[in-house]
């Protein structure tokens, strides 16, 4: 499977199913960070080869997707975030989406969340409920050798955590893989945010002893594992940074838990 | 005589009362909605869990162990002080011993509590001033909110210990007692043998000391964090039921939206009466919502936000029990003038800058650990975002860094400098 996230893949284009009168199951709600973070398209790349292996009805907006308008919110934003908000719901509404699916936490609450008060109604998925239901009902089979021996930990966002209650999923999907996750002293609801939250991520953190980070990718080396499980974007981004400033990055892999199941699917 | 004495008393006690709830109600009046109360089964339910099974205290769970005991043991000691008040006002005394084994349950709780409560406050003191637990310190923490705690918590120890005094000493003062006293009842043959008359003066001492405190402790407490006592249940009763992740919507602005995007049918739509903010987002007092201040007011400072806010663990000016004890003073502060002089009113000063920096509303990153971890379901992060929208709707005062993805998502629709184009480059 790893050769195939190599090359190029095919991805079902909603206005080009919907020229033909079709109308798929799902929208993979790709976000900002799928199409244009280098290191996080690979996790938007490994989701869809997920989604094409499963046979999943599905299709993506591509050029005409844009920001959910969630950064903008939590900056203090409310005009701009509305604007987006209403832009992206005639879209929902123009393609008469049902169901959506995300990789982002954080694109998963606003549009499951704060959404529906401007009109929309549809159906949020996560990726991990989603992965979790497709294990369960067996129709997604994993190779538990692929990632055997690793030992894992999973620092858990806080737009899937405590602002939704989701602890349980990430952890099944991982387990399916065989792995035993060693969690970090904070965990589940308790869970160190790893400092990107609320805009942050697109702004210096203000000044303090330390970098948010650095403490929570701390936290993480001290379980010892191989692999850093995440399922966020920004969460990726920041203890990414956190195993170059402690120069681990070599020894130790930050994975999204979306391209630990692409290595491993049957 | 006693029994007039006692109704004038009690009488002074519920005038003083009545005027300090009457002041909170008109600053409650000052306030901004929230969101509607509605799912009264659900708040039922989550008042049942967090109040009264202390659901969330526990998440720490020595200090959340003695916070419960102290609040179960409040719960039936309560009980025993209505009675109190009915046996002062007719000269009964035990009154409501009639009820037969409730009583006894009650009246037995209540003593073992009184007891147990007394060591808890003992350790919780040892803990404020000995041990300096971390969490009860902190740059918001001045010398007057210790004096505070301690007065508050000193108090609580005096009301146990006359309870307990009360107890010991009608047990020896009566062969024929009614209700039960698990504890007291080991004590008091100790001072069976004292003189009928002493033994009945110390009793009259603990009863008049106990009931006179606790006229002394409720008037106190609208004036101390220690309101806390009141005002906690009603908060998680009111507290938002939506995701912790769900931000309100400002439905001012969805009407300017709509305005701008569809000109003709929001232009008809627009219903009379229907006036935009003065403001949008919170400045100063007169902004806070009704949850903020009832937030401001349940508050007891425990600090359990600020211990797990990771922009105050890792240095940051940010603190979330700051953010909160704010609010109270603010209102404090400005409230009962724009209760006299009107919304106009004016003193020179304002939340943000004079009382919190700009510093402090930024470094928040939203990650509900604060909200989470209050046991009384105070909401910061809301209150943190309404100060960003003031800043950044009105002031347009957002940081540089956040301007500039304003003004991506605005011309691009990504917080990045990217064509959307590029969208669909994940897949080569």
Redesign the interface.
Known sequence: MSEALKSKIEVPIMAELFAKGEKPEYLFWVGCAGAFDTRYMKVAKAFATILNHLGTSYAVLGKEESCTGDPARRAGNEMLFQMQAMTNIEIFKMYEIKKIITICPHCYNTLKNEYPDLGAEFEVVNYLEFLQGMIKSGKLKLDKSKLKGNKVTYHDPCYLGRANDIYDSPRFVIESLGLKISEMQRNKSFALCCGAGGAQMFKDAEKGDKEIFIERTEEALETKSDIIATACPFCMTMITDGLKYKNKEEEIKNLDIAEMIATAII | MSQLVFIVLLTITIGIFAYSAFKVYQLFKLTKPAYPVRDFGKRINRTIVNAFFQQRIF?NPVAGFMHAMVFWGFCLILVGSIEMVIDGIAGTERILASLGLVYNIIIGGGDLFAYIIAVFIVVFIIRRTILNVNRLHGKEMQKKNHIDAILALTMILLLMISLAGMNMFYIAGHSDYVGVYPISALIAPLFVNMQADTIKLIHDISWWSHIILIFIFANALPYSKHFHIFMSIPNVFFSRL??????T??DS??K???L??NPETAFAATPEGDEPPAR??ILDAEDFTWKNYIDSLACTQCGRCTA?C??N??????SPRKMIMNIRQRMKMKGPHLVKQGADYNDGFSLIRDLIKE?EV????????C??ECPLNIDH?TFI?DL??????EESA??A??N???AN??NN????Q?S?????????
């Open positions: 998440r939506t995701p912790l992740g769900k931000m919507n400002m602005i969805t300017e939206v709509k701008m995007m949008f987002g797990v990771p922009a663990i890792t240095g940051k000016e940010l510093e930024w470094a928040c990153t939203t990650c509900n650990a909200a989470k992060p975002l960003r929208r003031y800043l950044v709707m957002a940081p860094q956040l500039a993805i304003f998502i605005e629709g990504a917080p990045w990217y959307n184009e590029d969208r669909l480059n994940w897949t080569e």
